[in-house]
Each structure stands twice: as C-alpha cells, then as structure tokens.
C-alpha cells in the first residue's frame, strides 16, 4: 500500500545541515498497525510527516497505491490528505473555539458534501470515539483524552485507509492512553491502516503489528522485538 | 468549499475578534458614509438644478433677444457664431409680426414677447417696489404655470388678475402659509406675519405705474418730474407661484400680469428705457421674445432656422453641456475624497487580515493538514475581507444616508423659509447606493488579496510548529 524507497530528508539550519531522514526503506500493507519507536530528535515525526504529505523528501520516493506522492503539487498533496491519510497529533491541533462537532465537521467542509450528510458523517465519527454526548461542547472545554477522541473522529470522518498518529496518547494519562489505544485497534480491525508513532516500546508492543525503530533518521527492525511479535500474534 | 460554508466560516472567525473586527468596520463605514456622503450631494445638486430646468421646460425653451446676452463664447446660443458677431443686432426686428411668424412654425408651441417694468405694489396699506412680468393665457398649459402653489391661472390675456410670487407676499411682510403648515412658526423672520394662502387669493392688488410723458432724452433736462407720469391700476391676485431656486424666464418676476392687460399699462419697460439711451431705433418692439418648442429636437430645429436669420437668441440647453461638465468635475473631485477615506479603510483591513493570519498560522497548518487546498485557505480569509466590506458598505450607506438626512434637515430648518417648499440637497441614486456597496466589496477584496495570498502560502509543517 505504501512504499518508502530510499526516502532522505535534510534540513538546513544556517550553515548546519541535519539528515531527519537517512535514506528509509520500509514497506506498508493494507491493515496493518505499524508503530515507529523512537527517542526525541530521531525523525520519526519527520517520517510521519513525509508520509502525509506535509513535508516534502530531499531525495526518495513514497509511493502509495502506485503513484509517488513526493512529485505531487500542493494541491495534489492536500486532496491526497484529504481523501487518504487521517492525522492524530500528540497536542491534538484541535480549533479550540469551535465545538467538537465543528472541529470534526472540518474536512467535510474541504469534501464538498451535502450539510445534512456531513452532519450525519460527523456525528456518527464522534460516537464512534465515545463522544456522542459531548458533541456541541467547545473544545477548549473538553479533557485531554477527550480532545484527542475528537482529534481521532476528525481524523477519521472522512473515512481515509490510512490513519497517521503522532504520538497519539503522548499528553494523556495511563487510563486515557488506554482508551486511546483501544479505540485505535478497533480501527485496525476495521481494516485502517494505521501507522504510529511513540516513544514508548511498551505501548507500540501492544498494539502494533509491526515495529521499527528509528534512531538518527535511520530506520530498521530489531531482531528481538520480530521474535517478540511472532510469540504475541 | 460551499460559498454559505465560507460565509458562515468568514462570520464565525470575525466574531472572534469582535473588537477589532469592528474597529476596522468602523473604517470602512467612515468611508463608505464619507463618499456615499460627497456624491449624493454632487448628484442631488445636478438632479436639483437639471429637474428644476426640466420641470419649467428650460430645455425647450429660447429667448430671442435684439443683443444677446451671451452665455459663453459667442451670441445666438454660444458656439455657431465667431466672437466678432457678438454685438451684432438682429436683421429682423423683434416685433409682433416675428412672435406671430415664430407662432406659425411647426416647432414651436407658443411665442411671446417680454414685457417687463418696475411698479409700486399695494395690498391694503402694506407697499413695496416690485417687477412686473406677463404671460400669455396659453402659458397655463405648461410649466412651471400648470402647476401654481396656489390659485389658478389668468382667465383671459386682458383679465384684470395677477399671480404672484412668496418672495412679493414677503416683501410686503407677508409668509404665506399652507393649513398644513399654518401652525408651523419656526423660520418666521421679525417683522413678518403668518397669512393663510386662501386668504391672499382674491385680495385686491394696487399697481402704481411710471409712464414717460416726453419723446425725446432732452426732456430730462427740464426736470425729472416733468418727464414722468404716474399711473395706478387695481388687480386680484388669482394665483401664487411655487418658490423656485432656478427660475425660468418669468419667475424673476415677483408680479405676473396676463399680457394684454400688461401691454395696456402706461409704464416704462427696461426695453423703451434702453431704447432711449442708446438712441437705436431698429424697429424694435420689444426687447426679448420666449419661444417654448414643442420638443428638445424642435428646439434644435428653430436654433438653426434662427442661425440662419441671424436671430440672436439664447438657449439654456446651450449651458447644459457646460453645465454637465462642471458637474462631471464637481463628483470626481468629491467621490475622490470619498474614495481616499475608503483606500484609508482598505489599509485598515489589511492590517487586520495580517494580524489575523499571524494569529491564526497554527490553524491553518492545521486547515491544510486535514486536506484543506490553498484555494480553500485563500479564500477563507477573501471572504473574510469580503463580509468587512459587505458589512461595513451596508452601515456605510446606513450612517451616510443618516448624515446626509440630518444635513438637510438643518439646512431645511434654517435656510428655507416656507415649510411648503423644503428641498431636498442629497440624492440617492440607485447607482450609489448598490455602486457604493459594490465598491466597497471591492476595496475589501483587493485589500484582502495579499493577506489571503501570504495565508494560503503558509506551509502546514511550518505552521504546526507554531505555539498556540
């Protein structure tokens, strides 16, 4: 489904230049959970990034579904994020001064769907995440785990095959974290695609299909957690 | 993205910031209110002065006259005659036989000589000095004589009647009222008493004429009172004219007499007066002739038969296009003081739009992030400079009206004298009022293009790096 062939990303600062990417090779099934584990500074939300088309590779490819998304104008990248990728971000990016049913009813509005439809569409994401009561509530009213549901609906509302979380459960609490996570694997058996991000091993073991570290902008799969995976799945 | 949706989303994101939001819709309606303000005035003034001419039938209207006075560059109605003509007198002297052949013409409606002299006017002990001006009995049929403030028109040429003027009935210390208006005692100089109009209607009329006994400017030397003659003349006043800024031929006149009843008044005319000092006996019989055509067309018409008697004459409609050209520079000159307070406005939204950009970078990272174009940004922030200036046009055109109404009510309360007769100095045309809305849409549009543009440029990584 995607593939990253040779993906390198260097940025400039001044008269440094840092590598965020070093030439990634990984491969992506339809389905599947991935998670990126990797410590600050690694370039796992660089990864992520490139990925959704929110920043441009300096050398590489990823190709999803065939075609290579990094020679894509910006348009084509915002409809490709548009239709495909939905984006959980650790601080939830939410529009703190629109309700949860607005916040969700963004994307709908860049689809272009009828109002009755995306109200629907919109209301029924946010009962997905639990949130059916809460829907008017502005988000700048709601908990963190709370913000991130909402962060998960309108990530999801218009019903994209790939789900990208930056470090999803980061800002939340234990319990909240996992509430989160089940939320997240109950996608996966929906057949979502999803990729994450986390610096926490623990959490990528539970719930991902597959891991990777990264570690300098280079990515790989270290051999005990493969043993590992095979024993739990 | 939906149009309603964008509309709905410009409005949302103003309220937002509601102080500033109407800190800079103040701006825009100060502008909008200034130019609405400036060219109502520069238009209500052109339509003021145009339907004025239009409603006495200036613009089909010429006056013959034996030297003319010339209204720009030249006799006979301005530019067909070189300046060296300027003097000359007419070949044909200016005398019944001319009003009974202008008469005859297909083009005209009606011709009449002028006959015009000064009298002493009575009414019961009150006197004052006035002009005498005559009317045919057909004049009744057109304006402004169709139309009287009150009374009616001559019965016959030879009736011993007379209309009169407010500003006569002033004179004699008189402010001729309406019932509706009869109660109305703000405006009312010292001196002056409250008549109803009814009641001047029929009232008797005293005219004291002067009348020359000599023949000759010789006469003079034996003494001014051996040259002149007094004679006086009772009329009733059967008709009062309506208050004119912009008066046709007759309406200087503060007394009008039917004609035949003018003609056989022993007075002095200013043109016999003329006649004598100048000692130029052409023939003449009067001095001017009014000449009412049928249409502007027929007007047009009658000037080139006239140009081609060599006829000097003088025709308003002449004055129009000069007229039109000062009223041209007159709107210009105000609409662009109009239009810098608008460009001042159009900063201001600017400057908002770029504050608001700054303030909003993290949420349009977020916008593009969940698949929002750069199209869709752009106009995001295009429509909100839009609602500014839809917005600010519609209070623009409310506080400019408000203005403008207040403006004539004060020039109303203390310049007009008569509560009948208030003016109006503003138009609204509908051209205004939807290009002033049009306009301001367009400078809030022009001045929301370099926000929307540098909005729609912000990268979404970038932008989702921003605190907030």
């Known amino acids: ?233 | 993205m939906k149009i309603n949706d964008l509309i709905v989303m410009a409005g949302k994101n103003l309220w937002r910031t509601k102080l500033r939001t109407i800190l800079t819709l103040i701006g825009v309606i100060v502008g909008i209110a200034a130019l609405i303000a400036m060219v109502s005035f520069g238009a209500g003034l052109e339509k003021n002065i145009t339907e004025k001419f239009k409603s006495n039938d200036l613009f089909t209207s010429l006056t013959i006259s034996n030297k003319a006075i010339n209204f720009k560059d030249g006799p006979r109605g301005g530019k067909m005659h070189p300046p060296t003509e300027r003097t000359a007198a007419n070949k044909i002297p200016l005398n019944d036989s001319l009003v009974d052949a202008l008469n005859q013409r297909p083009e005209v409606n009606i011709a009449y000589p002028k006959i015009n002299f000064m009298v002493k006017a009575k009414i019961d002990t009150t006197e004052t000095n006035s002009s005498i001006g005559s009317l045919p009995k057909k004049m009744e049929k057109f304006a402004p004589y169709n139309d009287l403030f009150a009374g009616k028109y001559f019965s016959s040429d030879s009736a011993k009647e007379a209309i009169v003027s407010l500003d006569f009935l002033r004179a004699l210390g008189i402010e001729a009222r309406t019932k509706e208006n009869i109660n109305n005692k703000i405006k009312l100089d010292s001196g002056m008493k409250i008549a109803l109009l009814d009641t001047i209607l029929g009232k008797d009329l005293l005219l004291i004429t002067t009348n020359l006994k000599c023949t000759s400017p010789l006469d003079f030397l034996g003494g001014i009172e051996n040259a002149i003659d007094e004679d006086s003349t009772t009329v009733k006043i059967v008709g009062v004219t309506k208050e004119e800024q912009f008066s046709g031929p007759n309406l200087r006149e503060e007394i009008l007499l039917p004609i035949g009843t003018a003609k056989a008044l022993p007075a002095i005319g200013f043109d016999r007066i003329s006649d004598i000092l100048n000692n130029q006996k052409q023939g003449n019989q009067y001095n001017a002739i009014y000449v009412k055509t049928k249409s502007m067309e027929d007007l047009k018409n009658l000037k080139a038969f006239l140009d081609e008697e060599q006829i000097n004459y003088f025709a308003i409609d002449d004055g129009l296009k000069e007229m039109k050209k000062a009223f041209l520079i007159l709107d210009s000159i105000l609409g662009i003081i109009g239009f810098i307070s608008l460009i001042v406005a159009g900063f201001g939204i600017i400057n908002t739009m770029l504050m608001s950009i700054l303030e909003r970078t993290r949420e349009i990272g977020i916008l593009k992030a969940i698949g929002g174009r750069n199209k869709d940004i752009r106009m995001i922030f295009f429509f909100e400079a839009g609602c500014i200036g839809l917005l600010g046009a519609v209070g623009g055109v409310s506080l400019g009206y408000g203005i403008t109404r207040l403006a004539n009510l004060i020039v109303n309360e203390k310049y007009i004298k008569n509560p009948d007769e208030t003016v109006d100095l503003f138009a609204f045309p509908l051209w205004l009022l939807l290009g002033s809305i049009l306009f301001s849409i367009l400078i809030s549009l022009l001045a929301g293009l370099y926000p929307a543009i540098r909005a729609s440029k912000i990268q979404p990584i970038e932008a989702l790096r921003q605190n907030g």
Not at chain 1, 107 to 136: C, D, M, T, Y
């Open chain 1, 1 to 233: 489904m995607i593939q990253l062939k040779n993906v390198t990303k260097i940025y400039k600062k001044g008269n440094n230049t840092i590598q965020a990417s070093n030439n990634i090779n990984c491969s992506i099934e339809k389905g599947e959970f991935i998670a990126i584990v990797g410590k600050s500074g690694s370039g796992k939300s660089t990864l992520l990034n490139l990925i959704a088309g929110l920043d441009q590779v300096t050398s590489g490819q990823i190709i999803y579904e065939g075609k290579d998304i990094s020679t894509y104008s910006e348009n084509e990248l915002a409809n490709f994020r548009l239709h495909n990728i939905g984006i959980i971000f650790q601080s939830f990016n939410l529009i703190f001064s629109q309700t949860a049913l607005e916040n969700v009813l963004l994307p709908l509005i860049f689809s272009n769907i009828s109002k009755n439809e995306r109200k629907q569409k919109a209301i029924q994401a946010l009962e997905l995440v639990g949130l059916g009561e809460r829907i008017h509530h502005k988000a700048n009213e709601l908990s963190g785990g709370e913000a991130q549901r909402v962060a998960i609906a309108r990530a999801l509302v218009n019903n994209p095959k790939i789900l990208l979380a930056d470090e999803p459960t980061g800002n939340l609490d234990s319990s909240t974290t996992e509430e989160i996570l089940q939320i997240l694997l109950t996608l996966k058996r929906k057949g979502k695609t999803i990729i994450m991000i986390t610096h926490d091993l623990e959490i990528a073991q539970e719930v991902a299909d597959r891991i990777f570290t990264i570690k300098d902008g280079e990515l790989s799969v270290p051999e005990k957690l493969i043993e590992n995976n095979n024993e739990n799945k």
